[in-house]
Nanobody, 114 residues
Framework: QVQLVESGGGLVQPGGSLRLSCVAS????????MGWYRQAPGKERELVAT??????TNYADSVKGRFTISRDGSTTVNLQMTGLKPEDTAVYYC?????????WGQGTQVTVSS
């Protein structure tokens, strides 16, 4: 069973930065893509950023230029978040996709507030 463990969430002021990390129980190169999603209260889960096995990245329009997804070794995917806004407040989930199968972490809370 694939396990994904997120860390790095917390409370940050508007304009601040955070780095989220996701450690997988197996090589992330076993998957077609890794990604970060988020879910705010009362809203549906939405894509934030993905990186495929070839290293191609994709971002939601709302985070382009502020967030960066990257790989660190063979088991970790990071999400560097800068210029955080109150609307970025959400639970952030790590995701691994293998063909049509998706695996999820337990989520980490990010709160942007003064």
């Amino acid at each position: 069973q694939v396990q994904l463990v997120e860390s790095g969430g917390g409370l940050v002021q508007p304009g601040g930065s955070l780095r989220l990390s996701c450690v997988a129980s197996e090589s992330i190169f076993n998957f077609n893509a890794m990604g970060w999603y988020r879910q705010a209260p009362g809203k549906e889960r939405e894509l934030v950023a993905t990186i495929n096995v070839g290293g191609v990245t994709n971002y939601a329009d709302s985070v382009k230029g502020r967030f960066t997804i990257s790989r660190d070794g063979s088991t970790t995917v990071n999400l560097q978040m800068t210029g955080l806004k109150p609307e970025d407040t959400a639970v952030y989930y790590c995701n691994a996709r293998l063909l049509q199968r998706y695996y999820w972490g337990q989520g980490t809370q990010v709160t942007v507030s003064s």
